[in-house]
């Protein structure tokens, strides 16, 4: 069974520029969710989709948006990127199979350096 | 605000000695999850708890979960080198749906274990 799967792996962009990260679930899980991860921060939550639909938002300006597609895929897309953008970013995937099933299986994470 | 405070921030200790890591909180859990991450990868689930005062073993792991379930311990024994990585420990603020959303992370421990 595949694992999560994020791409780009590491991703150089210019301060201004916008990026799109994508992330491929789990097979059979619906429900998405992107972090930010940084050495001050931690893991940070972004947001998460759950059958194409955002259910949660974390407290990020609007630059950071997303979507997730028909077949569970997600994107998230920072536009105007700032240096302080330079981050992991970590999605991760969970079937939602029950009230208390809140497992988050993650994937490698895509390094974003803002220059 | 940080909800789940995570002590110590870094660990460094020879090959075989025994250690603790905690996770604490003033909120009310549904549940608790331990992750191990190494660099440049996500985090990788560990064990879940979900009952107070629960204690569950992975092989030289002990997870326990506080009785009025605020918090968590993680207790490794006899560590070797391989333990190396950040420990991370994330609660679910509701028992109802599995929406990563509230899905709480700490910041981690960051464990060195030297041969």
């Known amino acids: 069974k595949a694992g999560v799967t994020q791409t780009p792996r590491y991703l150089i962009k210019t301060r201004g520029q916008q990026v799109t990260l994508s992330c491929s679930p789990i097979?059979?899980?619906?429900?998405v969710s992107w972090y930010q991860q940084t050495p001050g921060q931690g893991l940070q939550f972004l947001f998460e989709?759950?059958?194409?639909?955002?259910?949660n938002k974390g407290n990020f300006p609007g630059r950071f948006s997303g979507r997730q597609f028909s077949n569970s895929r997600s994107e998230m897309n920072v536009s105007t990127l700032e240096l302080g953008d330079s981050a992991l970013y970590l999605c991760?995937?969970?079937?939602?199979?029950?009230?208390?099933?809140?497992?988050?299986?993650f994937g490698q994470g895509t390094r974003l350096t803002v220059v | 605000t940080q909800l789940l405070e995570q002590s110590p921030q870094f660990l460094s200790i020879q090959e075989g000695e025994n250690l603790t890591v905690y996770c604490n909180s003033s909120?009310?859990?549904?549940?608790l999850q331990w992750y191990r991450q190494e660099p440049g990868e996500g985090p990788v689930l560990l064990v879940t708890?979900?009952?107070?005062?629960e204690v569950k073993k992975l092989k030289r792991l002990t997870f326990q979960f506080g009785d009025a379930r605020k918090d968590s311990s993680l207790h490794i024994t006899a560590a070797q080198t391989g333990d190396t990585g950040l420990y991370l420990c994330a609660g679910a603020l509701t028992p109802y749906g599995g929406s990563q959303g509230n899905l709480i992370f700490g910041k981690g421990t960051k464990l060195s274990v030297k041969p």
């Open positions: 909120s009310v859990f549904s549940s």
């Open positions: 991760a995937s969970s079937t939602w199979a029950g009230p208390l099933n809140t497992e988050a299986f």
């Open positions: 989709y759950f059958s194409e639909t955002q259910r």
């Open positions: 097979s059979g899980h619906r429900s």
């Open positions: 708890v979900v009952t107070g005062g």
